[in-house]
């Protein structure tokens, strides 16, 4: 079963006195270029490699994010082309909404796409690890990020 990454992010960045809409600012680069890096910052999930093996192996992967709105969950995804552990390339600082800069492209983990997002259905998703349905784990946890596969 192949397994997909799952990252939370705010729906809104605050940069001093702006907000940036994150999804927006993403949808934004990926239309203008034709594809979007989108970081993670803190430390990588060990099961990365997994995840750059399935790509390897042409197995269709996916990059989804969870935002919270109206104390409700809401995800997006999009099929991940490359994923790099490590700083930023001059590749990727190029192909990331601007506020990036603000934050000295300071993660060690990046996933471009290529590809629009699409709505995701948390329902049929549950945490690689342990099976559990993705709505509960998300509900009683903070965990930044997870290896999910969708439910058979």
Do not use: C
Not at 30 to 46: D, Q, R, T, W, Y
Not at 121 to 130: E, G, H, P, Q, Y
């Amino acid at each position: 079963m192949a397994l997909n990454y799952l990252m939370r992010i705010p729906l809104l960045t605050r940069l001093g006195s702006h907000s940036i809409n994150t999804v927006e600012a993403h949808a934004r680069v990926l239309e203008e270029l034709g594809h979007v890096s989108i970081a993670k910052f803190g430390a990588p999930n060990p099961l990365v490699e997994k995840l750059q093996q399935q790509l390897t192996e042409g197995t269709p992967t996916y990059l989804i994010l969870v935002y919270r709105k109206a104390k409700e969950f809401h995800a997006i995804q999009a099929r991940i082309g490359a994923i790099r552990v490590g700083s930023a390339t001059e590749p990727i600082r190029s192909s990331v909404p601007e506020y990036y800069a603000s934050l000295s492209y300071a993660a060690s983990l990046w996933f471009t796409i290529q590809a629009p997002f699409e709505k995701s259905d948390l329902t049929k998703l549950r945490l690689a690890s342990n099976k559990k349905p993705i709505l509960k784990v998300l509900a009683s946890t903070r965990t930044p990020a997870m290896i999910v596969e969708t439910l058979p």
